[in-house]
């Protein structure tokens, strides 16, 4: 038997079991992400940010603003796209308002959290 051809099937293997490993790991993180934009928690921003006082102000006033926004839309408008605008719309523009540190912060939270 010749050993250089089992030790690179053997290799071909491993890297396959990562990629899809590294795969099913990240759909799990977009399945809970996905899950948690459509079942927030109605103080996550305390949750997320709270031992921060000056930030968590400041990202709940983002939050308020958008969601005043989205309550004034949906009063001034008769079209059926803005009027079934949902919290989940919210939080993913909320999301993509955020740097880098917040979102692997809202990440971590939300990973961690039990969905």
Do not use: C, P
Request: proline residues 0%.
């Amino acid at each position: 038997m010749n050993t250089k051809n089992t030790l690179e099937i053997t290799q071909n293997q491993t890297s396959v079991k990562h990629a899809n490993d590294y795969a099913f790991v990240e759909s799990e993180a977009i399945i809970k992400f996905t899950y948690y934009a459509n079942n927030f928690h109605y103080d996550f921003i305390q949750l997320v940010w709270g031992e921060d006082t000056s930030l968590s102000n400041h990202l709940q006033s983002k939050w308020d603003v958008l969601v005043s926004q989205l309550t004034n839309a949906r009063k001034e408008s008769d079209n059926r796209f803005v009027t079934n605008l949902t919290g989940t719309t919210l939080f993913y523009k909320f999301y993509m308002m955020l740097d880098t540190y917040n979102k692997y912060k809202l990440n971590n939270f939300i990973l961690n959290s039990k969905i």
